[in-house]
């Protein structure tokens, strides 16, 4: 087997390594620097984690507190309409049919204006 053979063959994830070397202790003070090293990227990662979460859980709470008051406000709005078509039922019922026929030509004539306002233009 050649250099170039033992090499590919020590590459894990993407990350090649020369073999360790083979004196007593300077590879003991080689690895504990490499692991003092790889201990302090590990702690980088894991307090970028931990403010990514924080964020994360500080949008959702943001979100969640949107998501309830727009659920408010349809739920009101949602009352109002039904207050106000009762209000219109209701008037239907007791003018006789003469306001709905009034209420009809309006409209008619509001959307023909409309109709020949944006034809023009």
Known sequence: MDY????MRRA??????DP??????FGNE???TENDDLTEQL?????TLK???IDIGAEVKYQDRLLRDMDHDFETTGGFLSNTLGRVTRLSRHSGGYN?????LFSVAVFFILYIFLKLR
Do not use: Q
Not at 20 to 25: E, I, K, R, T, V
């Open 4 to 7: 170039k053979d033992n090499i």
């Open 43 to 47: 702690k980088d990662k894991v307090n």
């Open 51 to 53: 403010s990514l979460s």
């Open 100 to 104: 709905m026929l009034y209420l009809i």
């Open 20 to 25: 360790l070397p083979s004196n007593g202790s």
């Open 30 to 32: 080689f690895i504990e």
């Open 12 to 17: 894990h994830g993407g990350n090649y390594y």
